[in-house]
């Protein structure tokens, strides 16, 4: 089957953001390295935590949940996965200081997965601790699936001493229907995804009626057993059948949202008193998370040439 100009734009932007070569040079890069910061700047709050807790307030200001991750993944550097753990532990002091009782995020690969599953749960322990300390909720998200089983194991080990501690899970992973029956039985929060990693055929879908009936047919579980869960997307003809089946109307049921990305949507949810999440993100890591963003919708491609061009660029938080 042919594949569209938008697919294949989504599939090299994808092994571009994963290409080691591409991102030390855009680093190194004195021209290239704030033109491509200046479009990273509609998703991303900042390259500092100061500009995630300030942009988080903001938008906590306007009545928004907020979820704040330090970003990163894939760090296979033992010295570095410490110092990502820590950065987690001092944002999560600072927004304990200002009794922000909210959600912070992290992907176990940050903070040692890619050294050794031990390592992460080991850092995540210490992070949940301090998070639990201040009523902050730590949110796991979820990787490329030959790293699933890892993930779900080091969060059910997790969430047994930590109960805020929550998972992410992909529904465009065929195995999702049955993790599901088992997370339920955990106390965390479940955050539900279409997925952003791209998979082979045997173990997902792709962007389909289907999924959005699979992704449905989760969070429809997890309503029935009354679950914590973030229903976490911008598709909007789903969520307007999420709507229709009065999900939202669940008090521990909450629509999330991605920061820069249809900030109209959640807007108008907001205002028919509905809990809207706003997921933000900041660090130097800003590289991969925008071309991911990019390929999820190649039309930010134009966006993205707009914002490095357009020094009057509207920060994203104003669209809220
Ligand atoms: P879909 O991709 O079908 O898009 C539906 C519509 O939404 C599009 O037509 C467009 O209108 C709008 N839209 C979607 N993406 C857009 C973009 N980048 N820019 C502008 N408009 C866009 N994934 C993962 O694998 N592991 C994880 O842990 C997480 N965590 C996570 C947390 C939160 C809070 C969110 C919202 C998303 C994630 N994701 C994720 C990403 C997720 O898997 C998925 O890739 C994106 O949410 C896009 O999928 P949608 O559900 O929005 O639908």
Redesign the pocket.
């Known amino acids: 089957m042919m594949k569209t100009p938008e697919v294949q734009v989504a599939q090299v932007l994808k092994s571009v953001a994963r290409n080691e070569h591409i991102k030390s040079y855009i680093q190194q890069s004195n021209e290239l390295y704030p033109l491509l910061l200046k479009a990273a700047k509609r998703f991303v709050t900042g390259e500092n935590k100061q500009e995630g807790i300030e942009i988080a307030n903001e938008l906590i200001s306007k009545g928004y949940f907020i979820?704040l991750e330090y970003i990163g993944e894939n760090i296979t550097d033992l010295k570095k996965c410490i110092k990502a753990k820590d950065e987690f532990l001092n944002l999560i002091e600072e927004m304990g200081s200002m009794s922000i009782k909210q959600t912070v995020?992290l992907d176990l690969s940050h903070i040692g997965l890619s050294v050794n599953p031990e390592t992460a749960y080991i850092h995540l322990l210490q992070i949940a601790k301090k998070a639990n300390m201040y009523g902050i909720t730590l949110m796991i998200?979820?990787?490329e699936s030959s790293k699933t089983n890892d993930i779900l194991d080091i969060y059910k080990k997790a969430s047994e001493q930590y109960p805020n501690v929550g998972i992410?899970i992909?529904a465009h992973l065929y195995r999702s229907n049955n993790d599901i029956q088992e997370l339920i039985r955990y106390p965390g929060k479940i955050?539900v995804?279409?997925?952003?990693?791209q998979e082979s055929a045997e173990v997902a879908m792709s962007?389909s009626k289907e999924l959005n009936n699979c992704y449905l047919k989760l969070v429809e579980q997890l309503i029935e057993a009354n679950h914590p869960v973030?229903i976490?997307?911008?598709?909007?003809t789903?969520i307007q059948e999420i709507v229709h089946r009065q999900y939202l109307n669940h008090p521990n049921v909450e629509i999330?949202?991605?920061y820069g990305?249809?900030p109209d949507l959640l807007s108008n949810l907001k205002s028919k008193e509905y809990n809207c999440?706003v997921?933000l993100t900041y660090g130097k890591e800003w590289y991969l998370y925008l071309c991911h963003?990019?390929a999820?919708?190649p039309?930010?491609l134009y966006r993205a040439v707009t914002d490095m061009i357009n020094p009057s660029l509207p920060e994203s938080s104003r669209s809220y």
């Open positions: 979820s995020s998200s979820m990787e992410t992909q955050r995804v279409k997925g952003a990693y962007r973030s976490a997307t911008h598709d909007e789903l999330e949202m991605l990305i249809r999440k997921y963003r990019i999820e919708y039309e930010n």
